[in-house]
Nanobody, 119 residues
Framework: VQLQASGGGLVQAGGSLRLSCAVS????????MGWFRQAPGKEREFVAL????????YYAGSVKGRFTISRDNAKNTVYLQMNRLKAEDTAVYYC?????????????WGKGTQVTVSS
Protein backbone atom coordinates (compact mmCIF):
# COMPACT_ATOMS: atom_id res chain seq x y z
CA VAL A 1 0.00 0.00 0.00
CA GLN A 2 1.41 3.37 -1.01
CA LEU A 3 0.17 6.89 -0.49
CA GLN A 4 2.22 9.39 -2.45
CA ALA A 5 1.71 13.06 -1.69
CA SER A 6 2.88 15.75 -4.10
CA GLY A 7 2.25 19.34 -5.07
CA GLY A 8 3.94 21.17 -2.24
CA GLY A 9 6.13 24.20 -2.80
CA LEU A 10 6.80 27.81 -1.97
CA VAL A 11 3.99 30.31 -2.37
CA GLN A 12 3.31 33.84 -1.23
CA ALA A 13 0.67 34.56 1.35
CA GLY A 14 -2.72 34.82 -0.33
CA GLY A 15 -1.73 32.36 -3.02
CA SER A 16 -2.93 28.85 -3.79
CA LEU A 17 -1.56 25.34 -4.07
CA ARG A 18 -3.13 21.99 -4.85
CA LEU A 19 -1.80 18.88 -3.17
CA SER A 20 -2.37 15.42 -4.61
CA CYS A 21 -2.29 12.03 -2.92
CA ALA A 22 -2.01 9.08 -5.29
CA VAL A 23 -3.11 5.77 -3.81
CA SER A 24 -1.77 2.46 -5.04
CA UNK A 25 -1.53 -1.12 -3.87
CA UNK A 26 -5.13 -1.56 -2.80
CA UNK A 27 -8.61 -0.12 -3.12
CA UNK A 28 -9.72 2.33 -0.48
CA UNK A 29 -13.33 2.51 -1.63
CA UNK A 30 -14.68 2.11 1.90
CA UNK A 31 -12.02 4.22 3.58
CA UNK A 32 -11.68 7.77 4.75
CA MET A 33 -8.81 9.75 3.30
CA GLY A 34 -7.28 12.58 5.26
CA TRP A 35 -4.74 15.37 5.09
CA PHE A 36 -2.67 16.26 8.11
CA ARG A 37 0.17 18.69 8.64
CA GLN A 38 3.07 19.21 10.99
CA ALA A 39 4.80 22.54 11.41
CA PRO A 40 8.31 22.81 12.89
CA GLY A 41 8.22 22.37 16.64
CA LYS A 42 4.52 21.52 16.66
CA GLU A 43 2.50 18.36 16.84
CA ARG A 44 0.84 16.90 13.80
CA GLU A 45 -2.68 18.22 13.30
CA PHE A 46 -5.74 17.25 11.35
CA VAL A 47 -6.53 19.36 8.28
CA ALA A 48 -9.29 17.69 6.27
CA LEU A 49 -10.95 14.33 5.63
CA UNK A 50 -13.15 12.82 2.95
CA UNK A 51 -14.98 9.51 2.84
CA UNK A 52 -14.13 7.76 -0.39
CA UNK A 53 -17.58 6.28 -1.01
CA UNK A 54 -19.99 9.10 0.00
CA UNK A 55 -17.65 12.03 -0.44
CA UNK A 56 -18.53 13.45 2.98
CA UNK A 57 -16.01 16.07 4.04
CA TYR A 58 -14.66 17.33 7.35
CA TYR A 59 -12.35 20.27 8.01
CA ALA A 60 -10.32 21.77 10.81
CA GLY A 61 -11.65 25.14 11.84
CA SER A 62 -8.41 26.86 10.85
CA VAL A 63 -8.79 25.88 7.18
CA LYS A 64 -12.55 25.77 6.70
CA GLY A 65 -13.58 28.07 3.88
CA ARG A 66 -10.06 28.18 2.46
CA PHE A 67 -9.20 24.54 1.78
CA THR A 68 -11.21 21.99 -0.18
CA ILE A 69 -10.66 18.24 -0.11
CA SER A 70 -11.87 16.13 -3.02
CA ARG A 71 -11.26 12.75 -4.63
CA ASP A 72 -11.13 11.31 -8.12
CA ASN A 73 -12.24 7.70 -7.98
CA ALA A 74 -11.02 6.93 -11.49
CA LYS A 75 -7.53 8.18 -10.72
CA ASN A 76 -7.44 6.84 -7.16
CA THR A 77 -6.29 10.27 -6.08
CA VAL A 78 -7.28 12.64 -3.30
CA TYR A 79 -6.68 16.38 -3.60
CA LEU A 80 -6.36 19.29 -1.22
CA GLN A 81 -6.99 22.65 -2.85
CA MET A 82 -5.52 25.34 -0.62
CA ASN A 83 -6.55 28.94 -1.24
CA ARG A 84 -5.80 32.19 0.56
CA LEU A 85 -2.75 30.61 2.12
CA LYS A 86 -1.28 32.11 5.26
CA ALA A 87 2.18 31.94 6.77
CA GLU A 88 0.79 29.72 9.53
CA ASP A 89 -0.16 27.10 6.92
CA THR A 90 3.56 26.39 6.47
CA ALA A 91 4.11 22.74 7.33
CA VAL A 92 4.82 19.30 5.96
CA TYR A 93 1.54 17.92 4.69
CA TYR A 94 0.76 14.21 4.84
CA CYS A 95 -2.05 12.16 3.37
CA UNK A 96 -3.43 9.19 5.26
CA UNK A 97 -6.12 6.53 5.04
CA UNK A 98 -8.24 4.68 7.57
CA UNK A 99 -11.40 2.56 7.57
CA UNK A 100 -12.91 4.90 10.14
CA UNK A 101 -13.76 8.60 10.09
CA UNK A 102 -11.26 9.97 12.54
CA UNK A 103 -8.94 12.91 13.08
CA UNK A 104 -5.80 10.98 14.02
CA UNK A 105 -4.35 7.50 14.40
CA UNK A 106 -4.86 6.68 10.74
CA UNK A 107 -3.78 3.22 9.61
CA UNK A 108 -1.85 4.22 6.48
CA TRP A 109 0.42 7.21 5.97
CA GLY A 110 2.29 8.61 3.04
CA LYS A 111 5.47 10.63 2.99
CA GLY A 112 4.92 14.32 3.36
CA THR A 113 5.20 17.22 0.99
CA GLN A 114 6.52 20.57 2.16
CA VAL A 115 4.34 23.66 1.89
CA THR A 116 6.02 26.98 2.63
CA VAL A 117 4.02 30.21 2.65
CA SER A 118 6.05 33.40 2.65
CA SER A 119 4.56 36.48 4.27
Amino acid sequence: VQLQASGGGLVQAGGSLRLSCAVSGRTFSSYAMGWFRQAPGKEREFVALITWSEGSTYYAGSVKGRFTISRDNAKNTVYLQMNRLKAEDTAVYYCAADPRVRSDGMDYWGKGTQVTVSS
